[in-house]
């Protein structure tokens, strides 16, 4: 593509984010799975001026790193189905760019130290970002899910294996 030039983009974390989850190992696929699951995501201190106002949030959406997952395969087998899918058509880990969404109850704030629960996250990973979760923003109407349309309901049930740590 004209005008498009590969060029190594870097991010620094914020945060780091804390959950029960030492090991992907029994974790939860996704937040939806993660009810009563609570973490705390700590914010570095020279962002913490950043969290100001955050508090009047129910829910926020976490952007991190998946540090863990090493390389990426363009087709996946995910964890609520048996047929090879696009990663682009999934949420796995093992992606070119291992980046994650959470969307995550804020149950809290301590100076910076965000409560929150719904963690689908392995303890230790790195935070990027953090945006608020907004209804009239995030959530959308007449949507299609693909693939999963038939396999949404085994996402709250499902667990993860080792299958996309590298």
Not at 8 to 18: K, W
Not at 71 to 78: A, D, E, N, R
Request: aromatic share 10%; charged share 30%.
């Amino acid at each position: 593509m004209q005008g498009v030039e590969e060029e190594e983009i870097r991010y620094r974390p914020i945060g780091i984010i804390h959950s029960p989850f030492k090991d992907v190992r029994g974790m939860p696929i996704q937040p939806t799975g993660a009810k009563g699951i609570f973490g705390t995501v700590e914010v570095f201190p020279e962002f913490c001026e950043g969290l100001k106002d955050i508090e009047g949030f129910s829910h926020i959406i976490l952007v991190y790193h998946f540090h863990r997952s090493k390389g990426y395969s363009l087709l996946v087998k995910p964890f609520v189905d048996d047929q090879k899918r696009g990663v682009f058509a999934t949420r796995a880990p093992r992606r070119p760019n291992p980046i994650g969404i959470s969307v995550v109850r804020l149950v809290r704030v301590e100076g910076c130290t965000l409560h929150v629960e719904g963690v689908d996250i392995l303890d230790g990973t790195p935070l990027l970002d953090i945006k608020p979760y907004v209804p009239e923003f995030d959530a959308r109407n007449n949507v299609r899910i693909g693939w999963l349309e038939e396999k949404v309901h085994f996402v709250r049930k499902k667990r993860s294996d080792d299958g996309f740590e590298g």
